[in-house]
């Protein structure tokens, strides 16, 4: 990992060359997801089938053969490990009590006038969930996104997964079951994307698909974005830890090694003003690297994007963690509390040297999809607020348009719009 310091001249420039993300959306990649998705859009079921064929190795006879009945889900809830069972069905039950406090209420008051001003609370009418699939096993992220959108009251719930060769995780079907999905399609890629945007003869089109994918269902989303919502286009993984060199250097090592195996272009950063401690962190990775599973994914995201940042105090470290307004932020001090003010701008923020990243990811309850390459600055975990929208209540009494009406003919004669200022003003006129 780079060894940076604030109080060089140089660390603005080292933390930006550090922290930069070329997105690998490239024209190839837009091209050729433009083309399925025209080609999904115009030949529909048709043409799921053949990408299916190509890219899963999946033939079917029709896009209704590579839908999972209900009753595949619950046999798979039935067939797995008891443990597994019992840590999914706590997850989402934590995920569902967290979810819970998010809901909107619809709301209306009337002013002095008489006029009736609110808001109408509404869920979307149907959501599609895209989960990684194949051997990877992200029952996770069924649970992620699917509960929220449960929560809000979304009426239908659409899953698309990818089984390569025909191999599905139970795992991920029995989350399926417990988030309470109802239809999965063992379809993926741009592909899945455009079926769900555009819909075809078998596979409804959404209102808004939620869900990570790989580069190709990310550039997907962001060229479908308009025609259906989207929750984000996300970046590789980020976490920042903020330390005060009282947690265990083990404890520190593994959070970092916690994003750094997701894929090499992940960041891992801590941030610390003692240096000794920077160096006993160091040591822990180096002894604990070689027995990990990913260390090959770890080391080479470590050495490319990863770093150890010496900072003037704790506030330093967290005016540090502004600027990049990280995916998770550890604030793994005695007193997080105190810190926390200070903090603006993270997608999920961990306090205290008990809170390790990986309790999010999982079962604390808050949303592990969470807004990364800085976006942090202006966006938020996703919610059940992402499955609901919200209307305007606008009603006007007789004694109160006199003078709604009179200032919104001025208003717009002063745009120079006559048709809206006689649509105000055709009411103050006596019947």
Request: proline fraction near 5%; charged fraction near 20%; glycine fraction near 8%.
């Amino acid at each position: 990992m780079q060894r940076l310091d604030t109080r060089q001249a140089d660390f603005d420039s080292q933390l930006e060359q550090l922290t930069a993300w070329q997105e690998t959306l490239d024209r190839e990649v837009t091209q050729t997801v433009s083309a399925i998705l025209q080609d999904v859009a115009g030949r529909g079921d048709e043409a799921v089938l053949e990408y299916t064929a190509r890219f899963d190795r999946l033939q079917a006879g029709s896009v209704a053969e590579l839908e999972i009945a209900p009753a595949r889900l619950e046999s798979a809830l039935q067939r797995i490990e008891p443990a597994h069972r019992e840590a999914l069905e706590y997850a989402a039950g934590r995920i569902r009590s967290y979810h819970d406090h998010q809901l909107q209420q619809s709301w209306q008051y009337l002013d002095a006038g008489g006029n009736l001003l609110g808001q109408k609370i509404t869920p979307l009418e149907r959501a599609g969930i895209y989960v990684p699939g194949g051997k990877a096993s992200y029952p996770s992220s069924v649970l992620m996104n699917a509960l929220p959108a449960k929560v809000a009251g979304v009426d239908e719930i659409v899953m698309v997964v990818p089984a390569p060769g025909g191999e599905l995780n139970d795992l991920v079907l029995a989350a399926a079951a417990i988030a309470g999905v109802d239809r999965v399609f063992t379809i993926g890629g741009a592909q899945a994307v455009a079926a769900l945007a555009y819909g075809t003869r078998t596979v409804p089109a959404v209102d808004k698909i939620v869900g990570p994918g790989n580069i190709y269902v990310a550039a997907a989303k962001r060229q479908v974005f308009g025609r259906v919502g989207i929750d984000m286009v996300a970046g590789p993984s980020e976490i920042l830890v903020i330390c005060d060199g009282a947690t265990d250097p083990d404890w520190v090592a593994m959070d970092l090694f916690s994003q750094a195996e997701h894929d090499e272009n992940a960041q891992s950063i801590l941030l610390c003003p003692d240096p000794a401690y920077l160096d006993q962190v160091q040591a822990s990775i180096d002894r604990l690297l070689p027995g990990m599973e990913r260390a090959a994914i770890i080391r080479a995201a470590l050495a490319g994007r990863g770093a150890m940042i010496r900072t003037r105090d704790l506030a330093d470290a967290v005016a540090v963690s502004n600027r990049l307004a990280p995916e998770h932020l550890e604030l793994s001090v005695r007193d997080p509390e105190a810190l926390l003010p200070l903090v603006r701008h993270a997608g999920a923020i961990f306090m205290g040297s008990y809170t390790s990243e990986a309790l999010g990811d999982y079962c604390a309850g808050p949303n592990h999809v969470l807004p990364t390459s800085r976006s942090a600055r202006f966006s938020s975990p996703l919610g059940v607020y992402d499955f609901q929208k919200r209307s305007s209540l606008i009603m006007c009494s007789e004694p109160g348009v006199q003078e709604l009406g009179r200032m919104a003919s001025v208003l717009a004669r002063g745009e120079a719009l006559t048709a809206h200022a006689r649509s105000a003003e055709l009411r103050l006129e006596p019947k």
